[in-house]
């Protein structure tokens, strides 16, 4: 890209919070507050970060106030709650970059999202979700060149042996997706039963049926190739006896975990992959970039989402003499202060 | 209380004092038992408390319902005797239970 294209595509705005769990998103309503407009980058495809994505269906007992919410509730009352302050949200994209500018930062996304803004919100939580490796030996060679998490490109595939291990939609849905496009696919499970959508599984045995693709029940055991370039693996099948599955291209899909990710290269201070912040402010070791939530650390920290709201609420205070670094805050009450009252919407 | 003993990968003993009620999981955490990552915190939501339960300790251990058997698709080297452990409920009938540790919970 260059300097042009960036130019015409940069949004320019007062926060970026990089994180769409609780913590993030109880960030916009505290910056909404003292009139900061927010943006809000997630690597998910949706909000709620770990409560949507780890227990949707949980019931968490300590959010004050709610005797019991599940992590999809506590997500769906936090946007009922945002709303007013309009933040935009950009799903499905992690934040590669950070640049300091004069009076603010530039953030970029890896799908390209460039962003200006006054201040820096890290709100990530455990980090961002990842793929999970499998713990084959040697499969870091083999990344980017015949081992794929993701599909960037479906041509990537065309005509290539494809071989697509697991049982839930991500491995179903790219093994749909993918069957016109590779030269042969199989599909490898260790057991018989999908997690994945019923509908996805009927297509899918539908093209074993036709003859279109392969189904093999089993376990990866070892990778063999050479340079980074895959020619076949050994697969453990369900009697315990091995066979090699010839194959060009692996595509393993075994969920998603929390890595840290590009946070490490901004040149803040960390501790043990966490990231140090004052009681007052909830700074980092850089001006303009704070963190709450799961993310930080200080003496007495507590991981816990009640935790995080007192944070936002004092970070937002900070934040404010930042963006409006002329105006003076006064400190107002939701309950009785027309003015803030007039920014919920509700006078 | 039940004694349940975790064995690593390399050998390596770690026995432990857990109440009925607690799961195995929870044993393991709040002992420091190395190899339970545990990343969800029990919420059968990330398969990182696999553990394989010895032969003898199988039938009192029960099998994996629906949730956690589609859980431990996203754990590897699956074996017959797999179980998440933050699934399996302490009781005195446990007194004496051996699990194994995978070598790595990813």
């Known amino acids: ?347 | 209380m039940a004694r349940i003993t975790f064995i690593q990968h390399d050998g390596t003993e770690y026995a432990v004092e857990a109440e009925p009620g607690m799961t195995v999981m929870e044993a393991a955490v709040k002992n420091s038992v190395p190899g339970i990552a545990a990343e969800c915190g029990g919420a059968c939501a990330c398969a990182t408390c696999h553990v394989y339960v010895d032969e003898a300790w199988r039938e009192a251990t029960g099998t994996p319902e629906q949730m956690e058997e589609d859980m431990l698709d996203f754990a590897f080297d699956i074996r017959p005797e797999s179980r998440l452990s933050c699934q399996i409920k302490v009781t005195e009938a446990l007194d004496g239970l051996v699990v194994r540790v995978p070598e790595k919970q990813t």
């Open chain 1, 1 to 347: 890209m260059n300097d042009t294209a960036i130019n015409d595509t940069v949004i320019k705005t007062d926060a970026v919070i990089i994180g769409a769990g609780p913590v993030g998103l109880f960030a916009v309503f505290e910056l909404g507050l003292v009139d900061i407009k927010a943006h809000v980058i997630d690597i998910l495809d949706r909000p709620g970060g770990q409560c949507t994505e780890l227990y949707p269906e949980k019931p968490i007992y300590d959010i004050p106030g709610l005797a019991v919410v599940t992590g999809q509730e506590l997500t769906d009352k936090l946007m009922d709650q945002i709303k007013p302050f309009g933040a935009e949200f950009h799903f499905n994209q992690r934040v590669e970059n950070v640049e300091r500018l004069e009076g603010g930062f530039r953030v970029t996304t890896d799908a390209g999202t460039v962003i200006e803004a006054k201040v820096l919100v890290i709100a990530a939580g455990g980090g961002s979700f990842t793929p999970k490796r499998p713990p084959l030996p040697g499969i870091e060679d083999y990344e980017g060149k015949s081992v794929f998490y993701s599909v960037r490109k479906m041509e990537t595939f065309r005509d290539h042996d494809v071989l697509i291990v697991g049982g839930g939609d991500s491995a179903l849905d790219w093994t749909l997706n993918l069957e016109p496009v590779a030269k042969s696919l199989t599909l490898l499970h260790r057991r018989a039963e999908f997690r994945a959508a019923p509908a996805s599984v009927q297509k899918m045995l539908a093209l074993v049926e036709s003859g279109n693709i392969s189904f093999k029940l089993g376990q990866v055991t070892a990778l063999h190739g050479e340079g980074g370039q895959l020619t076949s693996v050994t697969v453990k099948g369900t009697d315990g006896a091995t066979f090699e599955q010839p194959t060009e291209i692996m595509m393993p899909f075994f969920g998603l975990t929390m890595k840290l990710g590009p946070v490490a290269d901004w040149g803040l201070e960390l501790k043990d992959n966490l990231l140090p912040v004052d009681t007052e402010k909830f700074e980092t070791s850089e001006r303009g970039i704070f963190a709450i939530g799961d993310i930080n650390t200080y003496p007495g920290k507590l991981k816990l989402i009640l935790s995080g709201f007192h944070e936002a609420a004092l970070m937002a205070q900070q934040a404010h003499k930042y963006v409006y670094p002329d105006k003076k805050l006064i400190f107002q009450y939701t309950t009785s202060s027309t003015n803030l009252q007039k920014k919920l919407g509700v006078k």
